[in-house]
Each structure stands twice: as C-alpha cells, then as structure tokens.
Nanobody, 119 residues
Framework: QVQVVESGGGLVQAGGSLRLSCAAS?????????MGWYRQAPGKQRELVAI??????TVADSVKGRFTISRDNAKNTVNLQMNSLEPEDTAVYYC?????????????WGQGTQVTVSS
C-alpha cells in the first residue's frame, strides 16, 4: 500500500502564491508512472490541474503560466507552485499518484488540501 501525503495550502489573497507538496511512500518495490494534482471546487467535478508522467507534463489551460509543477523522481515527490492566484482557484487540491507494481497499475489519492483565495 502506497501512502500519499500532501502539505501546503491555506488562505491567501488574490494575486498571492502558495506551494503544495506531495510525497508518496511505503509499499514494496514499484515503478512510478505519474504524479500530479487535481482540484475540486464546491458543486463542480474534480479536474486536472497539472501532472508529470514519464513522458512529459500536462498543465490545464486555466492555470498555464501561473502554476508550475515539478517532480523529484528520486524522492517520489511532486510540488505545485501556484502564483497569481485567483478566487476561481479556490478548491480542494488532491495529489494523484499512479504506479506499476508486479505488472499491475494502481492509482492513489491524497486526502486533499484546501486552497482558498480571497478577492
């Protein structure tokens, strides 16, 4: 079983910055395929914010140019630097981890961290 632990988040004024961090650990030997971030605002579906796979990265158009994702393969960590935050960025942010273990693919989620941007 892989544990996914998030940190960061909080309350910030519009135009401010926050940094989210996520670490995956535990379980037996596995291959990390992707690490990224999703978010879910009240009354809305969960949506992709940014993700880094073994083939590259994808960033949602709504945050492109403001958010930067970085992944440390050696430490199995992923960070999301969020700049120029807008009230529309208010949501619960979830870390997403995808691994391959003994030939099978698994997906894990963090517990979620609240990001609130005040206008």
């Amino acid at each position: 079983q892989v544990q996914v632990v998030e940190s960061g988040g909080g309350l910030v004024q519009a135009g401010g910055s926050l940094r989210l961090s996520c670490a995956a650990s535990g379980g037996s030997i596995f291959s990390m395929n992707a690490m990224g971030w999703y978010r879910q605002a009240p009354g809305k579906q969960r949506e992709l914010v940014a993700i880094v796979t073994n083939y590259g990265s994808t960033v949602a158009d709504s945050v492109k140019g403001r958010f930067t994702i970085s992944r440390d393969n050696a430490k199995n960590t992923v960070n999301l630097q969020m700049n120029s935050l807008e009230p529309e960025d208010t949501a619960v942010y979830y870390c997403n981890v995808r691994i391959t273990q003994w030939g099978r693919s698994y997906e894990y989620w963090g517990q979620g961290t609240q990001v609130t941007v005040s206008s």
